[in-house]
């Protein structure tokens, strides 16, 4: 298996519930990203991740919590979401920071 | 502040029929202009990244041009294979990479 690969592709959960993305890479790259994509937005960055140490959060709601236990994987942890948090979830990976980023295919989030 | 604008929002062409997209940018040290092309239901793909003002880049129909101020995508006789959302993403000196709405294109026969 190749590229980026994120799971679910779909989740649907209620404003209490606990939940998981997973997002695997399997490129040998050193950076891993977690963007949020919503409708007539621009993808907003949410985390950085290089060589498994998180260089970036953009003020992120604590509610989200990412998690890289090694170079090739990248969780992001839900906890008492917003229906202002449904969204398309997108992970990426890079060689490096200034190199570009390859997108996994995202997982479509939907809170009730 | 920095910032990328694109132009137009939605581009409808008929097959064989020529175009360009735009991509401005405002931002304090460019290190790249990236293009990616998203088609729906899946993550962006990358296609091209630029450096400097006057560089080139080319994939088949598609040819990215960069100034100091812009990046345009030129398309070159369409195919509806082509129909996608394109994005243009700028990259500061904070490496951090800053996306503009995208222009979706739709190509007909």
């Known amino acids: 298996e190749t590229g980026v690969t994120q799971t679910p592709r779909h989740l649907v959960m209620g404003m209490t519930n606990k939940k998981s993305l997973k997002c695997e890479q399997h490129l040998g790259h050193n950076a891993m990203y977690w963007y949020k994509q919503s409708a007539k937005k621009p993808l907003e960055l949410m985390f950085v991740?290089?060589?498994?140490?998180?260089?970036e959060n953009n003020s992120v709601p604590s509610r989200f919590s990412p998690e890289c236990p090694n170079s090739s994987h990248l969780f992001l942890h839900l906890h008492t979401l917003q229906p202002e948090d449904s969204a398309l979830y997108l992970c990426?990976?890079?060689?490096?920071?200034?190199?570009?980023?390859?997108f996994g295919d995202g997982t479509r989030l939907s809170i009730l | 502040e920095d910032q990328v604008t694109q132009s137009p929002e939605a581009l409808r062409l008929q097959e064989g029929e020529s175009s360009s997209l735009n991509c401005s940018y405002t931002v304090s040290g460019l290190r790249g202009l990236f293009w990616y092309r998203q088609d729906p239901g899946k993550g962006p793909e990358f296609l091209f990244t630029l450096y400097s003002a006057g560089e080139e880049k080319e994939k088949e129909r598609l040819k990215a041009t960069l100034t100091k101020k812009e990046s345009f995508l030129h398309i070159t006789a369409p195919k509806p294979e082509d129909s996608a959302t394109y994005l243009c993403?700028?990259?500061?000196?904070?490496?951090?990479?800053?996306f503009g709405t995208g222009t979706r294109l739709q190509v007909f026969p």
């Open positions: 991740y290089s060589l498994e140490e998180r260089v």
């Open positions: 990426a990976s890079s060689q490096d920071r200034d190199q570009p980023q390859h």
């Open positions: 993403a700028v990259q500061a000196m904070t490496d951090k990479l800053i």
